[in-house]
């Protein structure tokens, strides 16, 4: 079982503390990001209402991907409807909710959701290198130390990877996915 995995079991169990570790702090920087530092209160409220929604949840998450989802869109959710009560950032918030961003946020999701069904398919070590380089941001000297595996063969996971995740969606999808690569 890989770390991330193990936060969502630990999470399920009531072990809390990888999950304030590794999950918690970046649901705060995501929070303050829309919320902004003055508003530092606010951001913690809205986390610690998506953690506690997720807990009451917590044994319908069948993978840590859409762990995160559920509660990434809980705190947009609290952050939404904080805006509709702040009369000053009304005009933020028709920006938020007009046709086109509610749609492009639910193709987002949906491409989110397609994307990683398909990472959770890939090889063990393809999906562990994968997850490091494109979710974590890591290079491959680093994935390399870290696994204790040698240049190429990071090279060679990731590709196995991109492959791998080329054949499963649609094109489109990966084009949209990985135009940077």
């Given at each position: 079982?890989?770390?991330?995995?193990?936060?969502?079991?630990?999470?399920?169990?009531?072990?809390?503390?990888?999950?304030?570790?590794?999950v918690?702090?970046?649901?705060?920087?995501?929070?303050?990001?829309?919320?902004?530092?003055?508003?530092?209160?606010?951001?913690?409220?809205?986390?610690?209402?998506?953690?506690?929604?997720?807990?009451?949840?917590?044994?319908?998450?069948?993978?840590?991907?859409?762990?995160?989802?559920?509660?990434?869109?809980?705190?947009?959710?609290?952050?939404?409807?904080?805006?509709?009560?702040?009369?000053?950032?009304?005009?933020?918030?028709?920006?938020?909710?007009?046709?086109?961003?509610?749609?492009?946020?639910?193709?987002?999701?949906?491409?989110?959701?397609?994307?990683?069904?398909?990472?959770?398919?890939?090889?063990?070590?393809?999906?562990?290198?994968?997850?490091?380089?494109?979710?974590?941001?890591?290079?491959?000297?680093?994935?390399?130390?870290?696994?204790?595996?040698?240049?190429?063969?990071?090279?060679?996971?990731?590709a196995?990877?991109?492959?791998?995740?080329?054949?499963?969606?649609?094109?489109?999808?990966?084009?949209?996915?990985?135009?940077?690569?």
């Amino acid at each position: 079982m890989n770390w991330k995995t193990q936060i969502l079991t630990d999470f399920q169990r009531g072990k809390l503390k990888s999950f304030y570790r590794d999950v918690y702090p970046g649901l705060i920087l995501y929070a303050l990001k829309y919320l902004g530092e003055e508003n530092e209160f606010l951001a913690e409220d809205c986390v610690q209402n998506a953690v506690f929604s997720a807990w009451e949840r917590r044994d319908k998450f069948e993978s840590i991907y859409t762990f995160k989802s559920f509660l990434y869109t809980s705190i947009k959710n609290e952050i939404v409807s904080i805006h509709r009560k702040n009369s000053a950032r009304e005009r933020y918030v028709q920006q938020l909710e007009n046709d086109s961003f509610f749609r492009d946020s639910v193709i987002d999701q949906e491409a989110q959701t397609l994307l990683y069904s398909a990472i959770e398919k890939l090889p063990e070590k393809a999906r562990v290198v994968f997850e490091m380089s494109f979710i974590e941001g890591l290079k491959n000297t680093e994935i390399a130390e870290k696994l204790e595996l040698s240049d190429s063969s990071v090279k060679k996971y990731k590709a196995t990877a991109l492959d791998f995740l080329r054949e499963r969606l649609d094109p489109s999808l990966f084009m949209f996915l990985f135009s940077g690569l």
